[in-house]
């Protein structure tokens, strides 16, 4: 079935890159997500990629999509305190139109 | 308003209570969403209407009854809850349901059942 997996927790210091991985099975994905989710917050999308590219950047975030792996990663360059919660990665089954959510990595950011 | 809203943001109910949450987007979109989200689980659907039509039921109990009278609005009526229902309730929306589902989301209801 359909399944999106993550690490649950990653933490970096301010102003280091920080690199958030996702695999996903779905092979008939077409669009991939990245969302942020804030304490108290309902999720926020950051940034999508199409299945047929390889990569995508959006100021400091770069989106990196290996198709054949079924491996997709979010690099945030410069990491911000504020960057600190917690990041999903979900997949668009074209299949049944659904949005299929990893459970989440939580990104902490020390000064 | 703009975007997504919820209310109410936070909720403490019994298990005999009946309450309802809302959702309203100011967006547009002809899909809308409810999402569970409970500690350590990954995100899970539970209803989606497309068109004020219900499009799907996550094999959801018959105590969570979900009701969208316009586009822009969708209810869920929440009625003899267990404790293990206590999570944050997420609504969210969509321009449709095409294979590029962008949806947004509103900030949730924490509910707690006691």
């Known amino acids: 079935g359909e399944d999106v997996e993550q690490s649950l927790f990653l933490s970096v210091r301010e102003g280091d890159s920080s690199v958030i991985n996702c695999t996903y099975t779905?092979?008939?994905?077409?669009?991939l997500y990245w969302y942020k989710q804030e304490p108290g917050a309902g999720l926020q999308l950051l940034t999508y990629?199409?299945?047929?590219?390889d990569m995508k950047q959006d100021q400091r975030l770069t989106v990196l999509l290996n198709k054949k792996d079924k491996h997709l990663s979010l690099r945030i360059a410069d990491t911000q305190t504020g960057d600190s919660a917690i990041y999903f990665c979900a997949e668009g089954s074209s299949n049944t139109g659904k949005l299929i959510f990893g459970q989440g990595t939580t990104l902490q950011v020390k000064p | 308003e703009t975007g997504v809203t919820q209310t109410p943001r936070h909720l403490v109910m019994g298990m005999t209570n009946k309450k309802s949450l809302k959702c309203e987007q100011h967006?547009?979109?002809?899909?809308m969403y409810w999402y569970k989200q409970s500690a350590k689980k990954p995100l899970e659907l539970m209803f989606v209407y497309n068109f004020k039509e219900q499009t799907e039921n996550n094999s959801v109990p018959s105590r969570f009854s979900p009701e969208c009278p316009n586009s822009s609005h969708l209810f869920l009526h929440l009625h003899t809850l267990q404790p293990e229902d206590s999570a944050l309730y997420l609504c969210a929306s969509s321009q449709d349901r095409g294979f590029h589902n962008e949806q947004f989301f509103g900030p949730g209801t924490r509910l707690t059942v006691l």
């Open positions: 967006l547009g979109h002809n899909a």
């Open positions: 990629i199409f299945s047929n590219m």
């Open positions: 779905d092979s008939s994905s077409t669009y």
